[in-house]
């Protein structure tokens, strides 16, 4: 197929929605986790597994599919990643129907299943948009990469004004329908463009070749530095509304700081090239990590709106580039990787964003919280805290505190007795509803104690969420240390070049 006979306008478009179509569910998956929460009675462990599901499922997909893009073609996976989004939503919304049938365990594998095919669709669209870019525009795969993945932040924007905008009217299965739009448009693209052969597979270079490029140190490297990525930005990322909003003591306003540092990104992104240009890749991303690591430390100190406004400033503008930079250097340093090299470097992120930034970040709220609240109101723990352990890696079992018992206590039951009438008016009796029974039995010995229990609930929650991101500010210290290494690195070799195939 003729370069000439190429859109590359109209395919640069369509890319660009399939990473909006992920930002916009992930935003509005972000705003609804405390409807997850209050509904299903889900501790912030469980929640945490559950978006982290999606990024490993994500993580798994971009690897897998790597491997067969440059056989198969981008255009039948694109068409196979439009198809799979659609039966992500379905999936989704049938929760509620899944929690009244079946309960609580049910809701959660539902939810978690849901999640992984999004992240199955998101991965599919992301190993194939990646490389696709890069051979659309070969001499500044850093600059449109950026561009590309400034529809994250997009999608991201769009996902929280919908969810503001719309919150308190429509469902939360209906917000999450929202991420179909940018869906439809890539779809509608996509099924009538011509697309080009891959930049490897036009160059004739084998797989034996694309797998030889995992024998380099410098690609490991990358690799490492890729998976503390994952873990800082869409680990913190899937959990920021959710934390800021518990900080100030206002959910709306986690949302708004959310959309704020969205937009940061979403213009930043498309001066990548010039500023590239200025300091190199690695320069760039060097200095990101260090704006990174204090932007959350502040953010996890924070003791006004005005402090977390300018912390969340320097963490949005931080975690702008990493992610499309870090292809970007992998793109232009070993293009005989093709996709394969791009894929698994995307991939790894993923991994660790879901099987280590959001169960970890999660566990660490819970972790604080509830250590704080035995402590100091051990009485009160114990009415709150959730029924089972929950683990991370080798670290201590704790219970967390219930998602669904912390919402009663915040406005005092009203949303339990709304529920609870809901059931009844479909005729219904309580009794057949077992988690709406167990939570009014549960409140009505609780409640007698709610005035005294209220505040350090509160407290405990404001604590676990500071502490949690305080501790994940040490992360871009070590990834500010991995690219200084690779600078002098790149320094003793005369400069860091793009390497382009012969």
Known sequence: MEKSTINKSRLL????????????GFA?????????????????TELGSITGGGFAGFGIIIILFSLIVDRVGYKPLLILAFFVHFLSLVVTVGTVYIFNSMGREAAYWCLFSGTFLFAVGNGICESVVNPLVATLYPKAKTHYLNIL????????????????????????????????????????IIFKEKLPLSEAKEAGISYKEMFRQFGRPLLLVLMLLMVLIGYVELGTDSWIQNITGNILHNPTKGVLLFIYTSALMFILRFFAGPIVHKISPLGLLFVCSILGAIGLYILGNATSGLIMVFAVTIYGIAKTFFWPTMLGVVGERFPRGGAVTMGFVGGVGMLSAGLLGGPGIGYKQ????????????PEAYDRYKADDKNSFLFLTPIKGLNGSKVAIIKDNGEQLQGDIERWESTGKAIEENNNLSELQTWWVNAKPYALKDKEPVEQAGFYGAGKALELTAFIPIIMAIGYFLLILYFKKQGG????EIK
């Open 366 to 377: 819970d972790y604080f919280a509830s250590t704080k609240m035995k402590l100091e109101a």
């Open 496 to 499: 860091y070049k793009q390497i």
């Open 28 to 44: 509005v998956r972000g705003s609804i986790l405390v409807d997850w929460g209050n509904q299903f009675g889900f501790t912030m």
């Open 149 to 188: 993945h400034a529809g994250w932040p997009g999608g991201m924007i769009l996902g929280g004004l919908l969810s503001i905008a719309f919150h308190n009217i429509l469902s939360w299965e209906a917000l999450m329908s929202f991420f179909l739009i940018p869906v439809i448009i890539y779809g509608g």
């Open 13 to 24: 478009f369509a890319s660009f929605f399939t990473i909006v179509a992920g930002g916009v």
